[in-house]
Nanobody, 113 residues
């Protein structure tokens, strides 16, 4: 059974930081591209970042310089370090990837004062 388990979400004040994790099991991880995707309240899915097997990363413009995506192939884990969070970052964050396009269950990030 393929499982993508995200964690690390929560409530944070504007300007704060959070680190999301996504542990992948039941499928290959190393060498595959993995992404973070988010869905803000009342909006559609928005791709946030993508890291390939060579650890090259691309980001949506709105998070460049604030978010960092990394991976630990030994632990089958994808990370998203989020700094300088603002209200517009409030969303459910999903990890996505693998050969069949697997989705995690999502973790809620709420930025509020």
């Amino acid at each position: 059974e393929v499982q993508l388990v995200e964690s690390g979400g929560g409530l944070v004040q504007p300007g704060g930081s959070l680190r999301l994790s996504c542990v992948v099991s039941g499928t290959t991880f190393s060498g595959d591209p993995w992404s973070w995707v988010r869905q803000a309240p009342g909006k559609g899915l928005e791709w946030v970042s993508r890291i390939n097997g060579g650890r090259n990363v691309k980001y949506v413009d709105s998070v460049k310089g604030r978010f960092t995506t990394s991976r630990d192939d030994a632990e089958n884990t994808l990370y998203l370090q989020m700094n300088s969070l603002n209200l517009e970052d409030t969303a459910v964050y999903y990890c996505y990837g693998g050969v069949m396009g697997y989705w995690g269950q999502g973790t809620q990030v709420t930025v509020s004062s």
